[in-house]
C-alpha cells in the first residue's frame, strides 16, 4: 500500500492517543481527560452511542424471526464467531463477521473479537473479582513463571477507584484467596446453593461458596445516576446493551464521563496500523491509521500512547511496529514480543440434579452465578497440575413439567406449564493456564488484511498441565455436589479450543527485567517509555480470576503515572 500520508500536524496533534474504545481503552481515556490531557481515542469499528445504538435492547423474543436463536445461514457464514458464549440473533451486531477479519490458525485458535466503540464492554459477562496476593506470587514461587514487578498492595486502592466508579455488586466474605472490595448488595442466593454453602462449610475448611462478584448496580449510588446509569432490572438481556446502563460498558459509563470534561475525541474507523517511533528523540512520536472506509493513511501524534487495542490485537500493532531501533516489532529488545501467550481453562464442566426445595423460587433473571472460590495450591504446591481454579455454579428450576406430569396435551400439560420443574445444579472451571514459549502469535510474513496489514498467525495450545486440572475439578466437584446431596452428577470436558474463553493474554508482559518481559511496573516498554500497554497483552500469568477488572486498575494506575510523569517532564 502506498502511504499517502496527510500531515495536517496542528490538527493532528494530542496529549495523548489511546488506541482501542474497550474496557480498558475506555478507562485510558477517562482517566487523561479528567487529568487534563487532550486525547484522541482510535477505534478500529464504528461509532456506538449509549442507547441510541442498542437495536435490540427491548426487542420482545416473538420479533425476532427465530425468537432471537442463531439462524443457519449465520452459523455457516460464521462458523467461528456463532460459537462465542451468549452469541445470539439478538446480539451479534456486537460481533465481527468471520470473513472481514481473517487470522491464520496454526493450531486452533477461536478469535472472538467486537469491533466497535466499546468493544467488547458491550457483550462481556461482567464477572469482575479481584486477584489475590496468591495469584502475583505463585509462577514465581512454584517456578512456572516469571515474578510479577507489583503485588496485591500495589493494585488495591486501583481495585476500589475502579469498583466505585463502575459498581460492582458482592459480599464481603474475608476469604485471603479472593480478596473483598467495594461492594454493593448481591442478588439473593437461591435455595439449593445456601443449602449446598452450607454443606460445604460442614464438610471441608478450605470450600466456600460466595457470591461473585458482577459490575451490575444493585443500588445506584450518586456517582452511577451522575453517569446517566440506574438500577439493574435483571433482564438478562445484558448482551444487546442495556438501556438502563444496569451493567458497565464503555459506552455507558467511562467514555461518556470522558466527554464530558472536553478533553476527549474519539475517532471511529480508525485501523491502527502501527505506533511511529522517533529514533531522533528515542520515543514514539504517534500513531499511524488507516481509515476503515476510504483507506486514506493519516498519522496522529502525541506525547504518550496507551495501547488498549485487546490482548492479541495489541500484540499485532507492535510488532507491525518497525523501524531501524526496533525492526522485530516496538519494544522488542527480548525478542519476547508475541510469546507467552495465555488464557483460561474453559473445557470442563460439571451437572447434577437436587430433589426438595419445590417450594422456593426466585424472583426476576438474576444475571449472576456464585463462585467456590480457589482452593488449589495457595500456600504449597500440592497437585499434580500448576495453577488454582475458580468454579462458577449456580442451579435453576426446570421451566417446563418433568416427564411425570398427568398431562402431556392439552389442559392438563397448559396447567403444568404454568409450575416451575425440578432444581438442578452446574459448575464450570475458569482455570489458570502456563505462560509458554511456544504459545504464541507472529505476522505472517504473506498474508494481509484488507488494509494491507499483516494478518495474524496464532499458535497457541492447552497442554497436559491444563487436563490434569480438568480431572482434579471434575474429580473434586462432583465429590463436593455429592456432600451436598446431588445426584446424577454428569462431567463433561468440552476439548474447546483456546480462544473461546474470551480472556486471551500475554504476550507483552510485565516483569522485573527487560531481558524476560515487554514492559516495567507502570505498564511501560521497558525500551519506549512513552507507550503504555494495559490491555490483556500485559498479563505476567493468568491468575484464575476473571481479569478485566485489573485491566481496568492497572489501566486507571498507569495513567495517573503518566499523566505525573509528563508532569515532571519525564515523558
Ligand atoms: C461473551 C463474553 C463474556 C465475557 N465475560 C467476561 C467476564 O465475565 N469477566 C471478565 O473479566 N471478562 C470477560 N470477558 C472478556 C472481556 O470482554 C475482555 O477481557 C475485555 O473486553 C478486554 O478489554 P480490552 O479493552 O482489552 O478489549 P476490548 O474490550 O475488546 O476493546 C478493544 C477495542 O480495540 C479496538 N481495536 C482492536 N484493534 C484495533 C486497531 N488496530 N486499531 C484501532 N482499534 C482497534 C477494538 O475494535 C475494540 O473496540 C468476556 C468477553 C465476552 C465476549
Given at each position: 500500500?502506498?502511504?499517502?500520508?496527510k500531515?495536517?500536524t496542528?490538527?493532528l496533534t494530542y496529549d495523548?492517543?489511546v488506541?482501542g474504545?474497550?474496557?480498558?481503552?475506555?478507562?485510558?481515556?477517562?482517566?487523561l481527560?479528567?487529568?487534563?490531557l487532550?486525547?484522541?481515542?482510535?477505534?478500529?469499528?464504528?461509532?456506538v452511542?449509549?442507547n441510541?445504538d442498542?437495536?435490540?435492547?427491548?426487542?420482545?423474543?416473538?420479533?425476532?424471526?427465530y425468537?432471537g436463536?442463531?439462524?443457519?445461514?449465520?452459523?455457516?457464514?460464521?462458523p467461528?464467531?456463532?460459537?462465542?458464549?451468549?452469541?445470539?440473533?439478538?446480539?451479534?451486531?456486537f460481533?465481527?463477521?468471520?470473513?472481514?477479519?481473517?487470522y491464520?490458525?496454526e493450531?486452533?485458535?477461536d478469535w472472538?473479537r467486537?469491533y466497535?466503540?466499546?468493544?467488547k464492554?458491550?457483550?462481556?459477562g461482567?464477572?469482575?473479582?479481584?486477584?489475590?496476593?496468591?495469584?502475583?506470587?505463585?509462577?514465581e514461587r512454584?517456578?512456572?513463571g516469571?515474578?510479577?514487578?507489583?503485588?496485591?498492595?500495589?493494585?488495591a486502592?486501583?481495585?476500589?477507584?475502579?469498583?466505585?466508579?463502575?459498581?460492582?455488586?458482592?459480599?464481603?466474605d474475608?476469604?485471603?484467596a479472593?480478596?473483598?472490595g467495594e461492594?454493593?448488595?448481591?442478588?439473593?442466593?437461591?435455595a439449593?446453593l445456601?443449602?449446598i454453602k452450607?454443606?460445604?462449610n460442614?464438610?471441608y475448611?478450605?470450600?466456600?461458596l460466595?457470591?461473585?462478584?458482577?459490575?451490575?448496580l444493585?443500588?445506584?449510588q450518586q456517582?452511577h445516576?451522575?453517569?446517566?446509569?440506574?438500577?439493574?432490572q435483571?433482564r438478562?438481556m445484558?448482551m444487546?446493551g442495556c438501556p438502563f446502563?444496569?451493567?458497565?460498558?464503555s459506552?455507558?459509563?467511562?467514555?461518556?464521563?470522558?466527554?464530558?470534561?472536553?478533553?476527549?475525541?474519539i475517532?471511529p474507523?480508525?485501523?491502527?496500523h502501527?505506533?511511529i517511533?522517533?529514533e531522533k528523540l528515542?520515543?514514539?512520536?504517534g500513531?499511524?491509521?488507516?481509515?476503515?472506509n476510504?483507506k486514506e493513511?493519516?498519522?496522529?501524534?502525541?506525547r504518550?500512547?496507551f495501547l488498549?487495542?485487546?490482548?492479541?490485537?495489541?500484540?499485532?500493532?507492535?510488532l507491525n511496529?518497525?523501524?531501524?531501533r526496533?525492526?522485530?516489532g516496538?519494544?522488542n529488545d527480548s525478542?519476547?514480543?508475541?510469546?507467552?501467550i495465555?488464557?483460561h481453562?474453559?473445557?470442563?464442566?460439571?451437572?447434577?440434579?437436587?430433589?426438595?426445595?419445590?417450594?422456593?423460587?426466585?424472583?426476576g433473571?438474576?444475571?449472576?452465578?456464585l463462585?467456590?472460590?480457589n482452593f488449589?495450591?495457595?500456600?504449597?504446591?500440592e497437585?499434580d497440575f500448576?495453577?488454582?481454579?475458580?468454579?462458577f455454579?449456580?442451579?435453576?428450576?426446570d421451566?417446563h413439567?418433568?416427564?411425570?406430569?398427568?398431562?402431556q396435551?392439552g389442559?392438563?400439560?397448559?396447567d403444568?406449564?404454568c409450575?416451575?420443574g425440578?432444581?438442578?445444579?452446574?459448575?464450570y472451571?475458569?482455570?489458570e493456564?502456563?505462560?509458554?514459549?511456544s504459545?504464541?502469535v507472529?505476522l505472517?510474513?504473506?498474508?494481509k488484511?484488507q488494509?494491507g496489514?499483516?494478518l495474524?498467525v496464532?499458535?497457541v495450545?492447552?497442554d497436559?498441565?491444563?487436563?490434569?486440572m480438568v480431572?482434579?475439578?471434575h474429580?473434586?466437584?462432583?465429590?463436593?455436589?455429592?456432600k451436598?446431596?446431588?445426584?446424577?452428577i454428569?462431567?463433561?470436558?468440552?476439548?474447546?479450543?483456546?480462544?473461546?474463553?474470551?480472556h486471551?493474554?500475554?504476550?507483552?508482559?510485565m516483569?522485573k527485567d527487560?531481558?524476560?518481559?515487554?514492559?516495567?511496573q507502570?505498564n511501560q516498554?521497558?525500551?519506549?517509555?512513552n507507550?503504555?500497554?494495559?490491555?490483556?497483552?500485559?498479563?505476567?500469568?493468568?491468575?484464575?480470576q476473571?481479569?478485566s477488572?485489573?485491566?481496568?486498575a492497572l489501566?486507571a494506575r498507569?495513567?495517573?503515572?503518566?499523566?505525573s510523569?509528563?508532569?515532571?517532564?519525564n515523558l
Amino acid at each position: 500500500m502506498s502511504l499517502n500520508i496527510k500531515d495536517d500536524t496542528a490538527s493532528l496533534t494530542y496529549d495523548a492517543i489511546v488506541i482501542g474504545s474497550g474496557i480498558s481503552g475506555g478507562w485510558a481515556a477517562k482517566e487523561l481527560c479528567e487529568q487534563g490531557l487532550k486525547t484522541l481515542v482510535l477505534e478500529r469499528g464504528r461509532n456506538v452511542e449509549h442507547n441510541k445504538d442498542y437495536p435490540t435492547a427491548t426487542t420482545p423474543p416473538w420479533e425476532f424471526r427465530y425468537r432471537g436463536r442463531i439462524n443457519r445461514q449465520q452459523q455457516e457464514e460464521n462458523p467461528l464467531i456463532t460459537k462465542a458464549a451468549g452469541y445470539s440473533d439478538d446480539c451479534d451486531h456486537f460481533f465481527v463477521k468471520d470473513a472481514d477479519h481473517p487470522y491464520v490458525q496454526e493450531k486452533p485458535f477461536d478469535w472472538i473479537r467486537g469491533y466497535q466503540v466499546g468493544g467488547k464492554s458491550l457483550t462481556w459477562g461482567r464477572a469482575t473479582q479481584r486477584w489475590s496476593e496468591f495469584e502475583f506470587t505463585a509462577p514465581e514461587r512454584f517456578g512456572y513463571g516469571i515474578g510479577w514487578p507489583i503485588g496485591y498492595d500495589d493494585v488495591a486502592p486501583w481495585y476500589s477507584h475502579v469498583e466505585k466508579f463502575i459498581g460492582i455488586c458482592g459480599n464481603k466474605d474475608g476469604l485471603e484467596a479472593m480478596p473483598d472490595g467495594e461492594f454493593m448488595k448481591p442478588f439473593d442466593m437461591n435455595a439449593p446453593l445456601t443449602h449446598i454453602k452450607q454443606k460445604l462449610n460442614e464438610n471441608y475448611t478450605d470450600r466456600h461458596l460466595v457470591h461473585a462478584r458482577w459490575a451490575h448496580l444493585t443500588d445506584p449510588q450518586q456517582v452511577h445516576l451522575d453517569q446517566g446509569r440506574g438500577k439493574c432490572q435483571a433482564r438478562n438481556m445484558c448482551m444487546r446493551g442495556c438501556p438502563f446502563g444496569g451493567y458497565f460498558s464503555s459506552v455507558s459509563s467511562t467514555l461518556p464521563w470522558a466527554k464530558k470534561t472536553g478533553n476527549l475525541t474519539i475517532r471511529p474507523h480508525s485501523v491502527v496500523h502501527s505506533i511511529i517511533y522517533d529514533e531522533k528523540l528515542g520515543k514514539a512520536s504517534g500513531v499511524r491509521v488507516i481509515d476503515a472506509n476510504t483507506k486514506e493513511v493519516i498519522e496522529f501524534k502525541a506525547r504518550i500512547i496507551f495501547l488498549n487495542a485487546a490482548a492479541l490485537n495489541s500484540n499485532l500493532v507492535l510488532l507491525n511496529s518497525k523501524s531501524n531501533r526496533f525492526p522485530n516489532g516496538l519494544g522488542n529488545d527480548s525478542g519476547l514480543l508475541g510469546k507467552y501467550i495465555a488464557f483460561h481453562n474453559y473445557r470442563a464442566s460439571v451437572n447434577a440434579d437436587i430433589d426438595g426445595f419445590l417450594d422456593k423460587y426466585y424472583f426476576g433473571r438474576n444475571p449472576t452465578d456464585l463462585i467456590l472460590v480457589n482452593f488449589r495450591n495457595l500456600h504449597k504446591q500440592e497437585t499434580d497440575f500448576f495453577g488454582g481454579y475458580t468454579t462458577f455454579m449456580n442451579a435453576y428450576r426446570d421451566q417446563h413439567p418433568d416427564e411425570t406430569s398427568a398431562g402431556q396435551i392439552g389442559g392438563q400439560y397448559k396447567d403444568d406449564l404454568c409450575e416451575p420443574g425440578n432444581w438442578h445444579v452446574f459448575a464450570y472451571l475458569q482455570g489458570e493456564t502456563v505462560p509458554k514459549e511456544s504459545n504464541h502469535v507472529r505476522l505472517s510474513e504473506d498474508k494481509k488484511d484488507q488494509w494491507g496489514i499483516p494478518l495474524l498467525v496464532t499458535s497457541v495450545s492447552y497442554d497436559d498441565n491444563d487436563e490434569r486440572m480438568v480431572k482434579d475439578f471434575h474429580t473434586q466437584t462432583s465429590e463436593m455436589l455429592e456432600k451436598a446431596g446431588c445426584k446424577n452428577i454428569t462431567t463433561y470436558n468440552n476439548k474447546q479450543a483456546p480462544g473461546l474463553d474470551i480472556h486471551e493474554m500475554g504476550g507483552v508482559r510485565m516483569g522485573k527485567d527487560p531481558k524476560t518481559s515487554l514492559l516495567n511496573q507502570w505498564n511501560q516498554l521497558h525500551h519506549c517509555k512513552n507507550v503504555f500497554v494495559t490491555d490483556g497483552a500485559c498479563m505476567a500469568s493468568t491468575g484464575n480470576q476473571s481479569p478485566s477488572i485489573l485491566y481496568m486498575a492497572l489501566t486507571a494506575r498507569a495513567a495517573t503515572y503518566a499523566v505525573s510523569e509528563m508532569k515532571k517532564g519525564n515523558l
